[in-house]
């Protein structure tokens, strides 16, 4: 195992329902992220958080709304989601900005 | 309509044959380059990484070779085994506005002939 987990592993949402996942580090890193892994798309960036901070938001639309209590919690507020927002959402870490990056297992979404 | 995935190119090698990925990146200020493995249900596995200021990096049955000139990283894999099975994606670091943002491959499929 990498040292990241993820919960849920697999959810199923309605359009109006409102769920959060979650990802948490043992690694003692201090550099969080998400990311939406799709059939149709590479593995896209969707958050950064260093240091609690986040530095990173990449065009995500405000129905994801990430929170990150400390460095090694990392959630990811969902509410009104789209079909299309269905895919694996994976959490990495890394200890500094600029490292390798160690990933969870991912949370399988299915909006419905 | 129908939903079409992402068309991964396919390698089919032979059981104790060297696998070699190649990936193709964008970017030639890109100084920081990562190699990961993702199997069915998990998510992506760190393998090794290279900077540019390195033309190989050698790990435990893997080599990682860079080619700034063409932009081309390629990962060697030795005496493939079936649990090598698995998508495999390079990755690169671009360096753009001083932010650290990994830009990722569509990936490779590599498949392992028993």
């Known amino acids: 195992e990498t040292g990241v987990t993820q919960t849920p592993r697999h959810l199923v949402m309605g359009m109006t329902n409102k769920k959060s996942l979650k990802c948490e580090q043992h690694?003692?890193?201090?550099?969080m992220y998400w990311y939406k892994q799709s059939a149709k798309k590479p593995l896209e960036l969707m958050f950064v958080?260093?240091?609690?901070?986040?530095?990173e938001n990449n065009s995500v639309p405000s129905r994801f709304s990430p929170e990150c209590p400390n460095s090694s919690h990392l959630f990811l507020h969902l509410h009104t989601l789209q079909p299309e927002d269905s895919a694996l959402y994976l959490c990495a870490s890394s200890l500094y900005v600029g490292n390798e990056q160690y990933f969870g297992p991912g949370t399988r979404l299915t909006v419905t | 309509g129908e939903s079409v995935g992402l068309h991964l190119p396919t390698l089919s090698v032979q059981e104790g044959d060297n696998s070699i990925i190649n990936c193709a990146y964008s970017n030639s200020a890109s100084d920081y380059f990562i190699w990961y493995k993702q199997e069915s249900g998990k998510g992506p596995q760190f393998i090794i990484d290279?900077?540019?200021?390195?033309d190989k990096r050698q790990g435990q049955r893997v080599t990682v070779l860079l080619n700034k000139t063409v932009k081309h990283l390629s990962l060697q894999i030795a005496a493939t085994q079936p649990g090598d099975s698995a998508v495999y994606f390079c990755a690169e670091n671009p360096r753009m506005d001083s932010s650290y943002k990994l830009i990722f491959g569509s990936g490779t499929r590599l498949l392992v002939r028993p």
């Open positions: 958080y260093n240091f609690k901070e986040q530095t």
């Open positions: 290279i900077r540019s200021n390195m």
């Open positions: 690694l003692g890193h201090n550099a």
